[in-house]
């Protein structure tokens, strides 16, 4: 089963914060849905929930601003 979650950044990391995510081999996709406003998606299997929560909160501990929306 396949989980799509939603977060805002600011748009001038999306390259970065895409790179992080394409390190994990298989883990996410990683899509920008909005690149002026700075929304992301991020699709993966709901098994990797937890390791996708520990990188956001790790990227959000390195001063990376990624905050949860809706969609």
């Known amino acids: ?3 799509k979650l939603f ?3 600011d748009p001038k990391e999306i390259n ?3 790179y992080v995510f394409q390190s994990y081999d298989n883990l996410a996709v990683f899509s920008t849905v909005d690149n002026k406003e700075g929304i992301v998606s991020i ?4 098994k990797n929930t937890n390791f996708i929560d520990g990188v956001v909160q790790s990227l ?3 001063n990376i601003f990624m905050v949860p929306v809706k969609k």
């Open 1 to 3: 089963m396949n989980i």
């Open 7 to 9: 977060y805002k950044i």
């Open 16 to 18: 970065i914060i895409q």
């Open 43 to 46: 699709l993966s299997d709901i």
């Open 60 to 62: 959000i501990s390195n």
